[in-house]
């Protein structure tokens, strides 16, 4: 039951966190482009890697520690979701090349990140 309840904690944290970071951006930036979508998923890769690179793989944190901040926190902040409902929205669109850049570059500046997070992790332990 402790379980179930740090990830709602963690998950409410995270989608609070997503929904005003990505309402800041929507309004400081007026492109067609989701940059706060992807942005959001881009820092949570990173912070995955980071988390699961020094926290959880060192045993610097014990499992309650985990899934609340990777299952909760960082699923709650990611947009995964979203990510995948713009991109559609994109192809029905005809925007095509926008579709397929977006989908390109979220999944390779997702994998880059969470590397990044992982070595971020290992120069700092």
């Not at 390109?104 to 997702?110: D, R």
């Amino acid at each position: 039951m402790l379980d179930l309840i740090v990830v709602a904690i963690g998950g409410a944290v995270g989608s609070v966190s997503r929904y005003l970071l990505g309402n800041y951006i929507s309004k400081n930036y007026h492109g067609s482009y989701p940059i706060g979508t992807f942005f959001i998923n881009i820092v949570g890769c990173f912070l995955m890697g980071l988390f699961m690179s020094s926290l959880i793989q060192k045993e610097i944190v014990d499992t309650t520690w985990r899934l609340f901040l990777c299952v909760g926190l960082l699923g709650g902040f990611t947009t995964f979701s979203s990510f995948g409902y713009e991109a559609l929205t994109m192809l029905s669109n005809g925007k095509l090349m926008m579709a397929g850049m977006y989908a390109g570059c979220s999944v390779v500046a997702g994998l880059f990140a969470a590397l990044t997070g992982m070595l971020a992790a290992k120069m700092l332990l």
